[in-house]
């Protein structure tokens, strides 16, 4: 049943058409907020309040056009609120898992472009900023604007950061490409 | 492959390692009742803002609606809460009524207390009167004369936080007042519009207005009457409509404290490892869900998740409660981290 169709039995009062509407979004939400947050029970508690925001928007017949985007970016806007929440409390500090070998791919760009800024002596670059702006542009497929507009940032700093990203993959890939072919 | 494709697959298989709990689906399923229950409850705005709005969290703010008349209430509730057993025999009172008899003891003057949920933890905010100065130079005190009281309790799952109600209450009073006008406004020009209106709520964004199930059928006609009537005193707002089915309310009513009394014991004890608490009220059955922490593997799971059965079906089952719930049929479930059913 189209999205169209399924927000109309909501609000003739079918709940049921409501979690037949959201399921299949949910696991991309909430990875996406989790991501942000790096904590279950912020992401949790972000997911939850923007399920509700969307049943509202619903109930008070908001014309909602492209469904799953405008979830995804809701989601996106109240974790990134709930995180400059939280980084200005300072209460849950980011984790940054530095400990395994094997690292994922944001966190081994960001572990070298950290190393780098240290080595350059200049500590500019905000760790979470650039996670955040990976997320959203390569896992929540946003445009550049939309993630300069939604993190405060320039667009040209979000392209940079993108950029820089891709380098730091691109030497990944050479590297392991190289230790592949030396050890066979 | 080009890079951007490589970082796309790179990003998406970190994502898929992060597993999705079974409780949001459960939550979606549910929507019509966290909505309402979040827009009978939240507070509209102020420092709590990122709170979550958990069942705990609006049971403490109906607690002290108790004690100051709030409108949501049945009024046989004040007298209830007097009579009602606590679980196990350690606690007498509510919780909140020790703290604010423990301020009153040491001569000072409160505001009210938040409760609700931070990343996980129960968390208790004492608002004190009086300057911000004030309030710092009283903070450790009142910090640890409470820290004792709630460690005599048994409790050792909270966080305790102490904040001036100076610094915010101008604002929040005036936007308040304004809002609880403009809801008893709406609430008697659709009366007066012929509509029978349960009560509204203006305190949240949204407007909640509540109407009696029977009514179902004018749910679309009121919410459009309500949003004309709001455009035409220039006060535009969100409406959301919600018939309450009124047995279901006097079932929760009736289930209220009992309800109450559980959250606190479990909450805010760590060794029960509560995550939330769920519920469903039928007349046929109340059910209730104790969603935990704990994995069926861990080594004292079994002994723990007995122990919470044990305690509240203790409690249930005590006369007092069996005569305050007039002998309701419940079910009791406890779940693991993942939100199976355990199965000891």
Known sequence: MDQEALMKRIRNGE???????VDPLIEKGYRTSFSILRSKELAEEVVQNALIEVYRNIMSGKDIRYFNTWFYKLVSHRSID????????????????????KHGVMESVLKEETENEIKKGISSLDNSDYRNVLILYYYQEQPIQEISDLLGLKSTTVKSHLRRAR??????????QFIGVNTQ | MKIDDSMKKEIKEEMEKIQTPSSLYEFAKNIKDESEKRAGFEKPIGRKRGWRKSKFAVAAIISLGILTGSAFLNPTMAEMASKIPYIGQIFQQPIYEVIFETLDKEGYKYGGIGMGMWDGKPYIDIELKGTEEYVKQEEEKVLIILTEVLEKKGYDNYKLKVSDINVVSPVNKEINEKREELGEKLMSDLQGAGYTIMSVNALSPVVAVYIPIADKAKEVEIYKAAIELLKANDTPQQVQVIPRDALKEELKSKWFMV?????????LKKEYQVADIKYSYKPEKVSITVMTNMEPSEVNTEETVAK????????LDSEEVKIMTENQEYELIVQDKNGKDFSF
């Open chain 1, 15 to 21: 709940d049921e058409a409501f979690a037949q509407l």
């Open chain 1, 82 to 101: 709930a995180w400059r929440k939280m980084t200005r409390l300072k209460e849950s500090p980011l984790e940054i898992d530095v400990g395994t070998d």
């Open chain 1, 167 to 176: 380098n730091a993959l691109k030497k990944r890939l050479i590297e392991n």
């Open chain 2, 259 to 267: 309800m109450r009394s559980i959250e606190e014991e479990l909450y």
């Open chain 2, 308 to 315: 919470i059965r044990k305690e509240i079906t203790e409690f």
